[in-house]
């Protein structure tokens, strides 16, 4: 919008945004489903939903989950996407699923790494769903997450996700703390969706 504005000042004050609409109702039945390949709740799970290809940065999770094992974390990392990677004992790639919602609401975890992002609705899931969000600053990550408030932002690389999910690994009030934060959006989200609804 801000770019179309400057472009045609003159339709300022016409042009609106308009977000995907999502389904809370169905994504929340949808979430109950049972699936194929269950959390442990033992360790930490992470995990990432989206296209496996450069754009989405997934082909840095290999040399990240190699650090996060040197650092003895106790994780599995699930990537729900179509691609390949070979670190069979720490990432699981369940391939594409129609329902990712059991997934989102059973992690510890969401990781976006995407190197270019619009406004990335898997984002808007792992908010709904209450889970800490690490994501690279895509412009779509920066307009639904305020750093350190309801998810982290932090810059690409592999050490810079690596000590972002160390962090929020070993903190659990600040996950606490991003928790309670996405509770109110949740509840600002789904009277929004009431209204829009009538």
């Known amino acids: 919008k801000e770019k179309f504005d400057l472009k045609l000042p003159e339709y300022k004050n016409k042009s609106e945004v308009f977000y995907n609409i999502m389904d809370f109702k169905l994504m929340e039945e949808k979430s109950k489903e049972k699936i194929e390949k269950s959390f442990d709740a033992k360790q930490y799970n992470i995990l990432t939903v989206g296209r496996i290809c450069e754009e989405k940065g997934q082909d840095i999770i290999p040399a990240i989950a190699l650090k996060l094992k040197e650092k003895e974390i106790n994780y599995k990392w699930y990537l729900i996407g179509e691609g390949e990677f070979q670190i069979e004992n720490y990432i699981i790639l369940l391939g594409k699923k129609l329902n990712p919602y059991p997934y989102f609401r059973n992690c510890n975890l969401y990781v976006q790494t995407s190197r270019q992002e619009g406004y990335g609705l898997t984002l808007t899931e792992a908010k709904y769903f209450l889970k800490p969000i690490i994501s690279s600053n895509t412009a779509g990550a ?31 009030e600040k996950c606490k703390c991003i928790e309670k934060q996405l509770q109110k959006e949740r509840i600002k989200l789904i009277e929004n969706k009431k209204i829009e609804e009538k």
């Open 142 to 172: 920066m307009e639904q997450i305020v750093n350190e408030s309801n998810g982290i932002i932090t810059e690409f690389g592999v050490d810079q996700f690596v000590e972002q999910i160390i962090s929020l690994y070993h903190d659990s």
